[in-house]
């Protein structure tokens, strides 16, 4: 991933916007969920397939990718003046792993082994793609 687009758990709106609630111990905030919460995030339990694929797309807001089973692989994307043009080496991860995507950045999705993933949206979910 070029340096100048890495998103981290420090830089990833999804992080943003937590909250206190009250009769919880001191230290602890949360986000809840969209649309109930005009700052929250969208929340999905996915399950992929092995050998299935997204092709090339992009999401309104910041997302984060935690695979709790399987392997997947990330390569972004830039816009050049023949179409789509790789941005950097693809980027594995595997169980236990998160990932981050800045929100807007185009980016496909191969699912190597079968997957499960908790998938977090900042605000509400979209899905562009891209050609």
Not at 49 to 55: D, F, H, L, V
Not at 97 to 121: F, M, N, P, S, W
Request: charged content about 20%; overall charge negative; hydrophobic content about 30%.
């Amino acid at each position: 991933m070029s340096k100048n687009n890495e998103i981290t758990s420090e830089t990833s709106a999804v992080w943003d916007n937590h909250t206190s609630m009250p009769n919880t111990p001191n230290g602890f905030t949360l986000r809840t969920t969209f649309p109930t919460n005009p700052h929250g995030v969208e929340v999905m339990l996915e399950k992929w397939e092995a050998g299935s694929e997204e092709p090339p797309h992009s999401h309104p807001g910041d997302d984060m990718t935690v695979v709790i089973e399987g392997k997947m692989s990330i390569q972004f994307f830039t816009t050049g003046s023949s179409g789509l043009v790789p941005d950097g080496d693809r980027v594995f991860l595997s169980k236990g792993q998160t990932g981050y995507i800045k929100g807007g950045r185009i980016h496909d999705a191969k699912y190597i082994e079968e997957c499960k993933l908790v998938y977090v949206h900042d605000k509400a979910f979209g899905y562009t793609a891209h050609n």
